[in-house]
């Protein structure tokens, strides 16, 4: 007996887009089922931006078809697109940010009544509690209500396809399983969900199929999750004989054993010795502050530090960096990555604050390139910008910073946020060769597994930022920190 024909809401196929000699795209295609939760997986620069933009019309293919429920014509409404930056005016109330789609110039009369009920019936559909809210501004909303208040609007214009960008990279535990409830409901109602996420726990707790890009091209086709294993994708992102990216675990420079950090708080404390990883799980607030404290960005820090068993408080960043404290921002763009200078200026970064010195040497050049190799970093020349990598090189590149100046303290922050699994498991590498050397490593995660897989110890904090508990050793599991944080595992 054949398999019934499926009903394909979105068909893209043959999809080509080239930027001058660099082609982005080639004969990528992409389907997506009437009623299903796609995800749509790729490595860093695979192709899944452009792909997105493209099918959601933001951007123009150079060849290709693309139809929606079977026509090449239709309403560009019928794809919403929900970004991790939600496009809402938080000035607005929730009734108006609903009706913004509905106002076809800037001078047409409002009925507020229909515009109240119009805003109503979409909310109704996902979270009936939520309508009593119609009129307050979206600004005094969590993220979670802020999210839903733009599905409301992608439904309220007629989409028949949403496309959510990493929905729970900020989300609360509760709350990502209220969201994970309310998709399954609108594909109950034949609504499809396509999904963006490098959280393979996610990706396995709700979507159905997946499509795979490796270099603009499509090497999996609608597969369903249940008959691929994560290895199996992983393959797939990278490519035949690529299993690993690193053709060797990464060596840092040995610092002298015996080191000690000594963290405390209230009756919160922690002794690590040298080579210990320890995590820092929760909401943004608590980390924070344990962050700033140990990379001298607050001075009057609550928490308190010993070095070695002596007190010690650093008066600045640079202060901290000549005592021997790494930091990776988990902020690349803004305050990781040098944009306007070269590759070898971003490695030297660091050395050079610690050494005081300013001048190129050839001892940067050869460290430089010698990290390169062996983070299996691929850059045309040393003297190329740092833009001509994709986003996981970039943070590769950030570590590397650090791995010939033998940190006592590196401190990292989410370093593995945005980056495919294949680079994950780099950093993940990383890591472990930087505390196998002797590095006290602190790390905040917001996915709780990959402290689960790696930490010795992890410090918890609750939603306000307070101290929750602390787990050792065999404690620590992505369900205790879960429970002790309120926030999605």
Request: proline content about 4%; charged content about 25%.
């Amino acid at each position: 007996m054949s398999s019934p024909r499926l009903e394909f809401v979105l068909e893209a196929l043959d999809i080509e887009k080239s930027y001058g000699a660099t082609s982005v795209l080639s004969k990528a295609r992409l389907r997506v089922a009437q009623g299903e939760i796609h995800a749509l997986l790729g490595g860093n620069g695979a192709g899944k931006s452009t792909f997105i933009r493209i099918v959601s019309g933001s951007l123009r293919r150079d060849s290709g078809v693309i139809t929606v429920e079977g026509r090449e014509h239709y309403d560009a409404s019928a794809i919403a697109v929900v970004f991790q930056e939600l496009a809402l005016l938080p000035e607005l109330s929730v009734e108006e940010n609903i009706h913004l789609p509905h106002r076809r110039d800037a001078f047409g009369l409002i009925d507020s009544r229909a515009m109240k009920a119009l805003a109503a019936e979409a909310l109704a559909t996902i979270d009936p509690p939520l309508v009593r809210s119609l009129g307050r501004p979206v600004s005094s909303l969590d993220l979670h209500q802020r999210q839903l208040v733009e599905i409301a609007r992608a439904l309220s214009s007629g989409a028949k396809l949403i496309l959510l960008d990493e929905p729970t990279a900020n989300l609360t535990f509760a709350d990502a399983e209220r969201l994970f409830a309310i998709l399954r409901r609108l594909t109950a109602r034949g609504i499809s969900v396509l999904l963006v996420s490098h959280r393979m726990s996610e990706i396995r707790a709700i979507a159905d199929v997946c499509t795979i890009l490796r270099d603009g091209r499509s090497v999996v086709d609608r597969r369903a999750l249940a008959d691929i294993s994560d290895e199996e994708i992983v393959q797939a992102m990278m490519g035949e004989g690529q299993e690993k990216t690193l053709s060797a675990a990464p060596q840092a420079k040995a610092m002298p054993a015996g080191f000690s950090l000594d963290l405390a708080k209230g009756d919160i404390a922690v002794s690590l010795p040298a080579g210990s990883i320890l995590g820092l799980a929760g909401a943004p607030e608590g980390p924070a502050g344990v962050m700033d404290a140990l990379i001298g960005a607050e001075s009057s820090s609550a928490w308190s530090i010993a070095l070695d068993g002596q007190p010690r408080r650093f008066r600045s960043p640079a202060d901290a960096v000549r005592s021997g404290v790494g930091y990776v921002s988990g902020d690349r763009a803004e305050k990781g990555i040098l944009a306007t200078l070269p590759i070898l200026d971003n490695l030297a970064a660091a050395g050079r604050i610690a050494r005081k010195q300013w001048l190129v040497t050839s001892q940067e050049v050869r460290e430089a390139a010698s990290a390169l190799r062996r983070l299996s970093i691929k850059a045309s020349s040393l003297d190329a910008l740092p833009q001509t990598l994709s986003g996981g090189t970039q943070q590769k590149l950030l570590i590397a910073r650090w791995l010939d100046l033998a940190p006592k303290i590196l401190v990292l922050e989410e370093p593995t946020r945005g980056v495919d699994i294949a680079t994950k498991r780099d950093i993940y590498q990383i890591i472990r060769a930087v505390a196998a050397a002797g590095t006290i490593v602190v790390w905040w995660s917001t996915e709780f597994s990959e402290l689960a897989e790696i930490c010795d110890h992890v410090i918890t904090f609750d939603l306000q930022g307070e101290v929750s508990g602390r787990l050792d050793g065999a404690e620590i599991s992505e369900v205790a920190m879960a429970r002790a944080t309120g926030m999605a595992a």
